[in-house]
């Protein structure tokens, strides 16, 4: 799935999303190249997410060269490459039980750090996700804005459903 | 009344978060010094990334409004090119240019070490800086200092004027901050 949201709104969007899964009793996984762990858990947290089901990949924290905070919740991934991520997605899937998702923040930030050729990869690699480590749902979350890159074009061609969200 | 909003929105504003301030060219003095007011008498210690208006006149302009400059930082990214001789102080670095974005980041990063307590940075203004850099390049600077504000729970304020920019680079901007504030109507 992408979700397609403002850009004004567009963690609170995201926020709202998580939200919805974990309030359906799923956990899930949260990659974030956004924002560094303890960031997006208070962030989460301040939009009513029940973090204590979810397991973090920080990616963020890695690309801007500071020392990530250890906590058993989050594995960081120092150099943003598409085979740490793999692994630190496919190692946290591994740590929850039942119906899980994926929920990717900012994808696009992925491309300021790597080629979109890596970032598409990336994409891929998580989307086969949804088969080989039983993960039932995975979500993309975009900027509206961004939605005419060539990368995310091309993976809103992988998705099976697109959703706008609302700027109010 | 861009006061009012100005100080309704820092009263609401967690710690740690980084606020967008989006103004016009008229404006955006008086927001940025109503901004720095309040945030000065709330006890915080700032760093501020001018890419606008040089050390000496901006402290000036602070003193003359009446803020308390004492725990004010500055990283100056105008004087080097325009003013013959500089003041060398504890509370201002000096970086070549706009488009030094590696010098930048490390006086930016030496402060966030140094200053003591509770602080904010206030980066004055975004669309200075986007004249001066490659936007891909301006953006993945924005989202490393931003990752690491986030990191030590700084607080931020980002100036951005009300001009034409690129509607992807605008986006990728809003998205790094939590909130964005227009104060483009008042």
């Known amino acids: 799935m992408m979700m397609v949201s403002p850009s004004e709104r567009y963690f609170e969007w995201g926020a709202a999303m998580v939200r919805m899964l974990t309030d359906s009793g799923r956990p899930g996984v949260y990659v974030s190249f956004h924002r560094p762990f303890g960031n997006v858990i208070r962030a989460l947290r301040y939009y009513g997410v029940d973090t204590g089901k979810l397991a973090f990949v920080d990616v963020a924290t890695?690309?801007?060269?500071?020392?990530?905070?250890?906590?058993?919740?989050?594995?960081?991934?120092?150099?943003?490459?598409?085979?740490?991520?793999?692994?630190?997605?496919?190692?946290?899937?591994?740590?929850?039980?039942?119906?899980?998702?994926?929920?990717?923040?900012?994808?696009?930030?992925?491309?300021?750090?790597?080629?979109?050729g890596q970032t598409r990869r990336l994409a891929k690699t998580l989307i086969e996700k949804i088969d080989r480590e039983h993960a039932n749902y995975i979500v993309f979350n975009v900027a509206e804005e961004l939605a005419d890159l060539e990368f995310i074009k091309a993976l809103s061609k992988d998705v099976d459903e697109i959703i706008k969200m609302p700027s109010k | 009344m861009i006061e009012q909003k100005i100080e309704e929105e820092i009263r609401k504003l967690p710690e740690g978060w980084i606020m967008l301030l989006e103004t016009t060219a008229e404006n955006s003095m008086t927001v940025s010094l109503t901004a720095l007011k309040m945030l000065s008498e709330r006890g915080y210690s700032g760093i501020i990334i001018s890419a606008s208006r040089p050390y000496s006149n901006l402290l000036s302009v602070y003193k003359q409004s009446g803020i308390e400059t004492r725990n004010f930082y500055f990283v100056d990214c105008i004087s080097r090119t325009f003013v013959s001789s500089t003041e060398k102080n504890d509370h201002v670095a000096y970086v070549d240019n706009v488009a030094s974005l590696t010098d930048l980041s490390m006086a930016v990063n030496n402060m966030m070490e140094e200053v003591p307590g509770k602080k904010f940075i206030f980066i004055d203004s975004i669309t200075t800086m986007l004249i001066h850099n490659k936007p891909e390049v301006f953006v993945k600077f924005l989202h490393?200092?931003?990752?690491?504000?986030?990191?030590?729970?700084?607080?931020?304020?980002?100036?951005?004027?009300?001009?034409?920019?690129?509607?992807?680079?605008?986006?990728?901007?809003?998205?790094?901050?939590?909130?964005?504030?227009?104060?483009?109507?008042?």
């Open chain 2, 144 to 186: 490393s200092i931003l990752t690491k504000m986030r990191v030590h729970m700084i607080t931020g304020l980002l100036v951005s004027l009300e001009v034409e920019i690129d509607k992807s680079i605008k986006a990728e901007i809003t998205q790094l901050c939590d909130k964005v504030i227009k104060l483009n109507e008042l």
């Open chain 1, 62 to 116: 890695g690309m801007a060269k500071e020392k990530g905070q250890k906590n058993p919740k989050c594995i960081h991934v120092p150099k943003a490459d598409v085979d740490g991520i793999d692994k630190a997605v496919r190692d946290s899937l591994k740590k929850l039980n039942g119906k899980k998702f994926i929920f990717v923040d900012s994808l696009t930030i992925h491309t300021f750090y790597r080629p979109p």
